[in-house]
């Protein structure tokens, strides 16, 4: 237990870690919006963690906030984690030995933790308002310090805090007493030995005036009721660390190892915005993402991976180490997250990609042809909307081209299709031959063959193999295109 003028230190570390034979991490959201790329990233390295030791992965919603806490929130939260594959072991879903997993049903454990906290003087009701606390608060800045409760509460006698209950009613707010001069230490997993000063906090509200948990306390007793070894969290909530050692402490819990992960900004070192193309991760689903390229560009945004290919979950969990995470910010650039599509892409299984490809190339695409469509067009895409493009160029009669297609038409002689009609006119083989003939009668080769073709066949400048889309566009549809340019 801390005394006034003490050290409280909580020592850990990373070399700990071997040596637990048990390790338990959670992510602990609050479903008031949004799975985000931060947070997302937040559950990834937990999920890492436990995985990597064969612990176990826990996730609890911390629903305190009843106003904002929306169980639309909670299913869409959940159904982001299942489709990243971050399973959780115990969670308000799927139960466990440590439920509920919902703050909103935990409310018996606190009450009695309040009731000892207050008993043994550890706690005590304030009844200051919150005009009172915005207005000292308001002085506080006005002279140059740090805003913390002045204490007017701290002192009450029973009696008078009984004839305060009555007028007030029965809720009140719940402060824990923080002893002064106090030293509190503890390791962080990401940023080393920290050191705060009891002085600098003020004593903290554990239960809200209307009767809710504070954060900071259902936070921190929960992690240790749950048996939580290791916290992974984000920056902004390491000045909370302290007064949750100080609950912990004063309870007598188990207090877990903190890393707390550096922000993630946009590639301009901006806070991430809409503008870095920072979407939630239901956004990033719809738009076609793989959830294999989300996890890699997330795994990486903070820990560095030797291996620059596609990794599996394992993979990423056997290569994961938290002595590795970084504490400078990281830095979400959408190209990488591009280059991980791509990769996911020409990883995937081609049944899978078809299943990704929107409807209209489910419309378009002829049954027989569905296999190579997906293999000639993969290293083209990028979004499922970029196999549409390639189905309506392949299956339709419109041609979208671009201004640089039409110029390269142009600038071919209407000799050179005609000649291509010609080879084709009496053709029936494959590209290789197409081109060979045509090779030889007009004397072209290298680029001043397959440039114009290309740009007259697709409409573009730049595509999928030309070999492999001349098997699937109709012959009819190449005879056309080749005309065109006579
Ligand atoms: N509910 C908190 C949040 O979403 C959890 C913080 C923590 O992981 O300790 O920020």
């Known amino acids: 237990m801390y005394e006034a003028g003490n050290r409280l230190s909580v020592s850990g570390g990373y070399a700990t870690i071997t040596t637990m034979s048990i390790i338990r991490t959670r992510f602990a959201p609050s479903p008031t919006g949004d799975l985000h790329l931060g947070n997302a990233r937040t559950a990834l390295y937990a999920a890492l963690l436990a995985r990597a030791a064969e612990g176990a992965f826990l996730l609890r919603i911390e629903d305190t906030d009843a106003a904002r806490s929306l169980p639309a929130h909670e299913a869409s939260l959940m159904a982001d984690l299942r489709w990243l594959g971050l399973n959780w072991d115990e969670g308000p879903d799927r139960g466990g030995p440590h439920g509920p997993y919902r703050q ?8 009695e933790f309040y009731a000892r906290l207050e008993a043994e003087g550890r706690a005590y009701p304030c009844f200051c308002t919150e005009e009172e606390l915005e207005r000292r608060r308001a002085l506080q800045r006005a002279a140059g310090q740090p805003p913390r409760y002045s204490g007017t509460c701290a002192a009450l006698s029973r009696a008078e805090i009984e004839a305060r209950q009555t007028q007030a009613g029965t809720l009140t707010s719940l402060r824990l007493r923080v002893p002064p001069r106090l030293t509190l230490e503890f390791a962080d997993l990401v940023r080393g030995p920290q050191v705060f000063r009891s002085d600098d906090l003020g004593d903290f509200v554990i239960r809200r005036s209307d ?10 007793v929960d992690d240790a009721l749950m048996g939580v070894t290791h916290v992974l969290r984000g920056a902004d909530h390491i000045s909370n660390t302290p007064r949750q050692l100080l609950i912990l402490t004063a309870l007598g ?11 993630i900004l946009g590639a301009d070192g901006a806070p991430l915005s809409k503008r870095h193309g920072a979407r ?46 970084g504490a400078a910010p990281a830095h979400h650039d959408e190209g990488a ?13 081609w049944t899978r990609l078809w299943e990704w490809l929107p409807a209209e190339v489910h419309a378009l695409v002829p049954k027989a042809d569905r296999e190579p469509f997906v293999t000639a067009v993969r290293p083209n895409l990028l979004l499922p909307s970029d196999g549409a493009y390639w189905a309506r160029a392949i299956y339709t009669e419109n041609l979208e081209s671009t201004a640089e297609a039409r110029a390269a038409v142009t600038a071919a002689s209407a000799a050179f299709y005609g000649a291509a009609l010609e080879v084709l006119s009496g053709h029936g083989g494959d590209f290789k031959s197409f081109t060979e003939a045509l090779k030889k009668i007009t004397g072209t080769r290298g680029p001043a063959l397959f440039h114009p073709l290309r740009a007259a066949l697709t409409g573009t400048l730049a595509g999928p193999e030309l070999a492999r889309l001349w098997k699937l566009i109709p012959t009819e549809q190449i005879r056309q295109r080749l005309a065109a340019g006579t």
């Not at 909103?104 to 009450?111: D, L, N, Q």
């Not at 009767?211 to 921190?220: D, E, Q, R, V, Y």
């Not at 188990?254 to 922000?263: A, D, I, K, R």
């Open 280 to 325: 939630s991760l239901g956004e990033l689903r719809k738009t076609g993402y793989l959830p294999e390229a989300v996890l890699n560009h997330l795994a990486r945004l903070g820990h560095p991976y030797g291996e620059t290919g596609l990794l599996s979950l394992d993979q990423l969990a056997a290569a994961f180490m938290p002595k590795h995470l």
């Open 211 to 220: 009767g809710s948990p504070s954060f900071l306390f259902a936070n921190a």
């Open 104 to 111: 909103s049903e935990r409310e018996p454990y606190y009450t």
């Open 337 to 349: 997250l591009r280059h991980w599509q791509r990769e996911a892409l020409a990883a995937a299984d």
């Open 253 to 263: 819990l188990s207090v877990p190892q903190y890393g707390h992960l550096s922000l």
